[in-house]
């Protein structure tokens, strides 16, 4: 069963960090390529950031290139996104799920996110 949880949102100031954990309690993706997603009001979901199952960068979308770090403990099952230098427009709610492509933000299921507010 499909169990993915986010958590280490919050409000903070431009310029601030703010590290952000996902965990598979399913463990249903052990071995897949995982990737973070945001949200902002009005907007489509986009792809952020994605790691290999090996933990391995794939992929860092150009607005957060230099400030936002992808990682992964498989043993505990959980993906982080270390968030420096925060910028206003990285508000929304982020969200992790498998990773196919950049181009790939529609899934069967999400958790229920966990939301980043930075304040200018």
């Known amino acids: 069963q499909v169990h993915l949880v986010e958590s280490g949102g919050g409000l903070v100031q431009a310029g601030g960090s703010l590290r952000l954990s996902c965990t598979d309690f399913?463990?249903?993706?052990?071995?897949?390529?995982m990737g973070w997603f945001r949200q902002a009001p009005g907007k489509e979901r986009e792809s952020v950031a994605a790691?290999?199952?090996?933990?391995?960068?794939?992929y860092y979308a150009d607005s957060v290139k230099g400030r936002f770090t992808i990682s992964r403990d498989n043993a505990r099952n959980t993906v982080y996104l270390q968030m420096n230098s925060l910028k206003p427009e990285d508000t929304a709610v982020y969200y992790c799920?498998?990773?196919?492509?950049?181009?790939?933000?529609?899934?069967?299921?999400w958790g229920q996110g966990t939301q980043v507010t930075v304040s200018s």
């Open positions: 790691v290999h199952w090996s933990g391995r960068p794939l």
């Open positions: 399913g463990r249903t993706f052990t071995n897949a390529a």
């Open positions: 799920n498998t990773w196919l492509s950049p181009s790939s933000t529609r899934r069967d299921f």
